[in-house]
């Protein structure tokens, strides 16, 4: 039988996201709104698009040997998997989201004391209740099928629910009391499959990559030449993600500077440079760093 990981995709909020970053890792998935079994160019690979809420549970079970979901739900589905490494990237940035408790806006309710016997809506009721009996609060919790944030107030007097930039919740006059606990997007792994050295390595090589990937985000590297005694000026202003490399050219007087840096600095740095005698200067795009 030949060898072929099983590896869940998750389908929703991450999804796009997460093919991107394959994308760049050199991985070409497919996806397709009629099908939950995308297309990869690795016979190695077998994808499946799952709900990041369910993920957990089939690696767990061994349908799926690894798979991408956030931390939040492996707790809340209570899944024996292995947490293989932390990936920093979520639906719109690289930051944590984070599981909060809001109330509208114009409501009486301030803490969570407050909500001693009051209703709260969410999709993950066993977070919720764990967080409510550590503080002591009995609450009516109840399962909430999409779309939490409009319920508050008619459906319920709070809600327990995901956010990143707290658009949505600005949007809908909620203001948040509480938080439950900050959650990251995880790669996990079936048990078993960790013991079959195969697998392991091959979930092993897929991690490093998708980490060069996210290592590489919003930076570019930057080639430059600059006679040598105008060397230290430019190092002194070149912030560099390590040692720049530096080169020696045909010209005996020129050398080549080449670097990575935050892509966000570029604009002021590269009229610096220029000042302080740097020439043909080039920036360049990355896909990975593997440090």
């Known amino acids: 039988m030949e060898n072929v990981l099983k590896f869940g995709i998750p389908k929703g909020s991450l999804e796009e996201a997460t093919v991107n970053m394959f994308r760049k890792a050199g991985y070409k998935i497919v ?3 009629r099908s939950y ?25 061994g349908i799926l040997d690894a798979g991408i979901t956030g931390k939040d739900w492996v707790i809340e589905s209570e899944a024996e998997v292995e947490y293989i490494s932390e ?6 940035s690289k930051n944590p989201v984070k599981w909060i408790v809001a109330v509208h806006q114009d409501s009486n309710i301030k803490t969570l004391k407050d909500l001693e016997g009051k209703r709260v809506a969410t999709e993950a009721v066993g977070l919720t209740r764990k967080h409510f009996e550590k503080r002591g609060v009995k609450a009516q919790i109840e399962f909430s099928w999409g779309a939490t944030e409009v319920k508050c107030p008619k459906l319920a007097d709070a809600i327990v629910d995901i956010t990143e930039t707290g658009s949505s ?3 809908n006059n909620l203001v948040i009391i509480d938080e439950v606990m900050i959650s990251t997007t995880q790669l996990i792994a079936n048990k078993e499959a960790l013991k079959d050295g195969w697998k392991k390595n091959k979930i092993e090589n897929i991690d490093m990559a998708l980490q060069a990937v996210l290592e590489a985000d919003n930076k570019v590297g930057l080639m430059l030449n600059v006679e040598k005694k105008n060397l230290d000026p430019i190092i002194n202003v070149l912030p560099a993600l390590q040692k720049p490399t530096i080169s020696n050219l045909s010209d005996d007087g020129w050398i080549a500077v ?12 590269i009229p610096i440079l220029k000042k302080n005698g740097a020439s043909g200067i080039v920036e360049y795009p990355l896909n990975k760093i593997i440090l």
């Open 87 to 92: 990936l920093n990237y979520s639906k719109a």
């Open 169 to 171: 919740l600005r949007a």
């Open 258 to 269: 080449n670097t990575i840096i935050e892509e966000k600095v570029v604009r002021d740095l």
């Open 37 to 61: 079994y995308p297309t990869v160019d690795d016979d190695e690979l077998s994808l499946l698009m799952v709900r990041a809420q369910e993920m957990a549970r089939y690696v767990e079970e």
């Open 31 to 33: 996806t397709s709104s």
